[in-house]
């Protein structure tokens, strides 16, 4: 079985830019989150999707930050414009149950550096 | 907010030793707890894991015990090897499709 897939795996750019990662979970996966991991701190979920619906965006930095899951499979998410605070891994992962019943699945991450 | 706390940051211990990390967490309505382990450089990954209808649970040299009184979820690591070195995140979430909020994570060095 495949795991889940993200990219790119390194990102450098400057603040005030933009940025997209991409992440291909688990095939029949319902549930995919992406998170930011500061380093040194545990994940931080950003975003859940049960299927192509949002099912908890509260900790999404909306002014700055999008993500889309079209078709309830490949998941963007967005930066605009990049901050230096945003510095981070950005992990995504997936579920094959509706969230919270099970193991989550990470992907490699998106180490992201904010020049 | 519903938080995780998890304690201590660091842990240092000597081959064959016991390791043990403990949890808080704050919403009454969590149901399930996963610990994963980060080793450097790569993704965490589920070690174990507990819900809330069982107080106990163990596989080999590791354990979790829930306290639901309490709100607190330890840990055990028997017979701890350098292999075991790395970072141990805690988790709480709802079952049904609410957050998943991890601890801050516990780096565990197993000193041969």
């Known amino acids: 079985e495949a795991g889940v897939a993200q990219s790119p795996r390194y990102k450098i750019i400057e603040k005030r830019q933009s940025v997209a990662f991409w992440c291909n979970p688990i095939s029949g996966h319902a549930t995919l989150y992406w998170y930011q991991q500061i380093l040194g701190q545990g994940p931080k979920l950003l975003i859940q999707f049960q299927n192509n619906g949002v099912v908890d965006d509260s900790q999404l930095p909306k002014d700055r930050f999008s993500a889309e899951r079209l078709k309830g499979v490949d998941s963007t998410l967005k930066i605009q414009p990049a901050k230096l605070e945003d510095s981070a891994v950005y992990l995504c992962?997936?579920?094959?149950?509706?969230?919270?019943?099970?193991?989550?699945?990470f992907g490699p991450g998106t180490r992201l550096t904010v020049l | 907010g519903e938080n995780v706390e998890q304690h201590p940051s660091t842990l240092s211990v000597q081959e064959g030793d016991s390791a043990v990390i403990k949890c808080t967490y704050s919403?009454?309505?969590?149901?399930?707890f996963p610990w994963y382990k980060q080793e450097l450089g790569k993704r965490p990954q589920l070690i174990i894991d507990?819900?809330?209808?069982?107080g106990e649970k163990k596989d080999q040299r590791i354990a979790v015990t829930l306290n639901k009184t309490a709100k607190h979820f330890s840990l055990h690591i028997t017979e701890t090897q350098p292999e075991d070195s790395a970072v141990y995140f805690c988790a709480a979430s709802i079952a049904g499709g609410f957050k998943t909020i991890f601890g801050a994570g516990t780096r565990l060095f197993v000193k041969a």
């Open positions: 992962a997936s579920e094959v149950g509706a969230g919270g019943l099970g193991e989550q699945f």
């Open positions: 507990i819900r809330s209808n069982v």
């Open positions: 919403d009454s309505a969590s149901n399930y």
